[in-house]
């Protein structure tokens, strides 16, 4: 009998999924760009959270985000971007991670 490789209707973890639509195109994050600079952003699945965002410097977190039901990935990243830029004007970070 001959063995094949079966085949997947999900990625394997570490692997793109090119199958849906990957390019954002026209979208402005212009405090994302600056905070790359000296942050890190972060999305994925964060357990038992589900999908987050997370704008993060060597020390501070600036922004973490859970995405939304029905949320596209272009709308969190637009939310997290004015996030950022709430954060670094008002000096007041936004946690929608945390439980109070």
Known sequence: ?????????????????????ARIEGLHLPHIEAFLEEGEITLG?????????????SSNALAMLKRRFGESLPD????LDAAIAYALKEGDFIDEITPP
């Open 45 to 57: 699945l964060m357990s038992p959270v589900g999908y987050v965002a997370i704008a993060a410097d």
């Open 76 to 79: 969190l990243l637009l939310r």
């Open 1 to 21: 009998m001959e063995r094949r490789q079966r085949t997947s209707a999900r990625p394997a973890k570490g692997r793109l999924n090119t199958a849906g639509p």
